[in-house]
T-cell receptor
Framework: AQKITQTQPGMFVQEKEAVTLDCTYD???????LFWYKQPSSGEMIFLIY??????QNATEGRYSLNFQKARKSANLVISASQLGDSAMYFC??????????????FGKGTTLSVSS | KAGVTQTPRYLIKTRGQQVTLSCSPI?????VSWYQQTPGQGLQFLFE???????NKGNFPGRFSGRQFSNSRSEMNVSTLELGDSALYLC??????????FGNGTRLTVT
């Protein structure tokens, strides 16, 4: 079974609109972290936001917020007021065993976001 | 602080050759991880080094190897290149307990 599932291969949104990128995860580890990264066409992976499994509140970073629903095992990224520069590939990722050293990030397949004017 | 630096940005090699990629982490970061990104398989973990020791390895053949030096710089080596090794190779560094910071990647093309 896939550990991270991103069901939307592509999303289209107009400037200034909000958009939600879906992510569901699968783990039996009680200690895990969820990440969202943005990858523009240049290839670099840009960290956006992090949510720990024990965090009580949803994470927010500027225009980015993470809608964390632990019981449903979902960690959707919400981008408010989209900008043209938001056009990129977005990856959801998870790291299990936060108390252990050397655990790897597991990535979803990604969602391509296209923002139009 | 300077970010994660990967060299070279682009590489073209032929089948059977070997290649070495380099990664300099953010100053003060002692953990370096490597990931392979392909259109078919997505992003896959290769290995992680901490203080010159490999502490985790992904499911890749032994042709893929790496090392870390005392200054935390890391190299990964791929021997006997195959067409399927064509990919974007991303390096990431992390301070203790922190998030991963990725470099721009090395795009390897095997012909």
């Amino acid at each position: 079974a896939q550990k991270i599932t991103q069901t939307q291969p592509g999303m289209f949104v107009q400037e200034k609109e909000a958009v939600t990128l879906d992510c569901t995860y699968d783990t039996s580890d009680p200690s895990y972290g969820l990440f969202w990264y943005k990858q523009p066409s240049s290839g670099e992976m840009i960290f956006l936001i992090y949510q720990g499994s024990y965090d009580q509140q949803n994470a927010t970073e500027g225009r980015y917020s993470l809608n964390f629903q632990k019981a449903r095992k979902s960690a959707n990224l919400v981008i408010s007021a989209s900008q043209l520069g938001d056009s990129a590939m977005y990856f959801c990722a998870m790291r299990e065993g936060l108390n252990q050293a050397g655990t790897a990030l597991i990535f979803g397949k990604g969602t391509t976001l296209s923002v139009s004017s | 602080k300077a970010g994660v630096t990967q060299t070279p940005r682009y590489l073209i090699k032929t089948r059977g050759q070997q290649v070495t990629l380099s990664c300099s982490p953010i100053s003060g970061h002692r953990s370096v991880s490597w990931y392979q990104q392909t259109p078919g398989q997505g992003l896959q973990f290769l290995f992680e080094y901490f203080s010159e020791t490999q502490r985790n390895k992904g499911n890749f053949p032994g042709r893929f190897s790496g090392r870390q030096f005392s200054n935390s710089r890391s190299e990964m080596n791929v021997s006997t290149l195959e067409l399927g090794d064509s990919a974007l190779y991303l390096c990431a560094s992390r301070e203790s307990g922190g998030n991963l910071h990725f470099g721009n990647g090395t795009r390897l093309t095997v012909t």
